[in-house]
């Protein structure tokens, strides 16, 4: 485990940084793909020094002292993403945090997408080799994971095909549910931040889907988590919808019949938008769909766990969101113990931004009007700003940029 100060790691152009690879076991004992972004500063891993009582400080003056100690802990951010979305599209998003915050951030592939693949060797392998190391250094000789595939020169030799048949797709016949991703995947992905900073205030980033499975978890793998950001956490309802009858086909005729063919679903096999899913997650997200309460509609068994949840959240989606623009609030209505705001913004009349959409507060362009404003103010010093507030602050940020 890291000590208490751990020496800085050189500093590298944020262009060329690359982040630690790490393995994360689901509970299942399926393998994970993941990445570890450490800060150029120190990290500080060691607990605050509890004086007085066995409970803790005995007096303001202790407490007060501890609260300090407390707030100096380096901060670890779960960023978790959304369907069919690789890690590697959160790198900028993550990179912002660590170099420019000083936080730990650990982004991830849920199992069947990216680089979380079944049998995957070179997993298996950096698994193995790390096993005795629990934070191994940034200069490791370890194999790096396998980059991802680019097309092949028009004049690059072909790799030959095996017995003259086309290489099965690894997505052919892996069994895999967005229930897996909430219930096997996320709870292994907080034992590695617990197990390597147990006493680091925690927070998750989750877009998409990645905020839906998020209060599933029982709270002994949440007990360290001090906020919650939500980024586009909307209803995949059909109904909900900005073209519900669209969407009705696409999950429900079109897909089905696709998926049926291919084995899977071939979001970027076949469309190239998507990533692609094991066919399991596709039905599994259209069968949520069929409810209004989404989630818990397809999986009231998870509603013991919504209403235990707690931990303060702060949700923001936008006015032009391609899947629904109108259905966050109704997603955090389903969580109903927490304390929560949740903030819709229009791009053009709010941020003075064309679009910003499902996807596009990860882009760079956001970094002026949405990360170093509201994402600042709520990670780093726990306030959720209004609408308003973010208005201003895009208006001030517009008016820098003219300098």
């Known amino acids: 485990m890291p000590s208490a100060k751990t020496a800085a790691p050189p500093t590298k152009k944020a262009s ?38 066995a409970n803790g400080p005995s007096n303001l003056a202790e407490g ?17 993403a959304a369907t069919a979305t690789i890690q590697d599209f959160y790198y900028k998003f993550a990179l912002y945090l660590s170099h420019e915050l ?26 193995a080799a790390t096993d005795n ?10 194999p790096p994971l396998p980059a991802k595939p680019s097309s092949t020169p028009v004049n690059a030799e072909r790799p030959k095909k095996q017995d003259g048949k086309k290489k099965k797709n690894p997505l052919i016949g892996f069994e895999a549910t967005l229930v897996d991703w909430g219930v096997k995947d996320l709870p292994g992905v907080f034992n590695y931040a617990l ?32 906020r919650v950001l939500f980024i586009s956490v909307t209803s995949a309802c059909w109904a909900y919808m900005n073209s519900p009858l669209f969407t009705y086909w696409f999950f429900y005729i079109a897909s089905p019949i ?13 469309w190239g938008t998507m990533e692609d899913l094991p066919k399991g997650c596709f039905e599994n997200w259209a069968y949520w769909g069929s409810f209004k309460n989404y989630m818990l509609g397809g999986n009231p068994e998870w509603k013991p766990n ?9 949700s923001l989606y936008f006015s032009d969101d391609d899947f629904s623009s109108t259905s966050a609030p109704k997603i955090m209505d389903l969580i109903p113990n927490s304390p929560r705001r949740c903030i819709g913004l229009n791009p053009v009349q709010d941020l003075n931004m064309k679009k910003v959409g ?15 404003t509201a994402v600042y103010s709520w990670l780093v010093d726990g306030r959720a700003m209004d609408r308003d507030t973010i208005r201003e602050q895009a208006i001030l940020a517009d008016s820098y940029a003219r300098l």
């Not at 000083?102 to 698994?127: C, H, Q, W």
């Not at 190391?133 to 370890?142: C, I, M, V, Y």
């Open 16 to 53: 060329s940084y690359k982040p630690q690879p790490i393995v994360l076991t689901a509970l299942d004992g399926f393998l994970l793909s993941g990445a570890l972004y450490l800060p150029p500063t120190p990290i500080v891993t060691s607990p605050p020094s509890a004086s007085g009582t």
């Open 64 to 80: 007060a002292a501890y609260k300090q100690e407390h707030k100096a802990l380096t901060r670890v951010v779960i960023i978790s």
């Open 102 to 127: 000083g936080m730990v951030v650990i982004t991830y592939d849920n199992r069947g997408v990216g680089r979380s693949m079944p049998d995957n060797e070179e997993l298996a392998f950096l698994k």
């Open 133 to 142: 190391d629990e934070l191994p250094p940034a200069s490791s000789s370890l």
């Open 195 to 226: 197990k390597h900073f147990p006493h680091s205030p925690m927070l998750y980033v989750g877009h998409s889907a990645g905020g839906h499975i998020l209060p599933s978890l029982d709270s002994y793998y949440t007990r360290n988590l001090e």
């Open 258 to 270: 696709v998926n049926s063919y291919y084995g899977f679903f071939p979001g970027k096999t076949l």
């Open 306 to 314: 919504f209403d235990l949840f707690r931990v303060p959240l702060y």
């Open 358 to 372: 499902h996807m596009g507060f990860f882009f760079n362009s956001c970094k002026e009007k949405l990360w170093k």
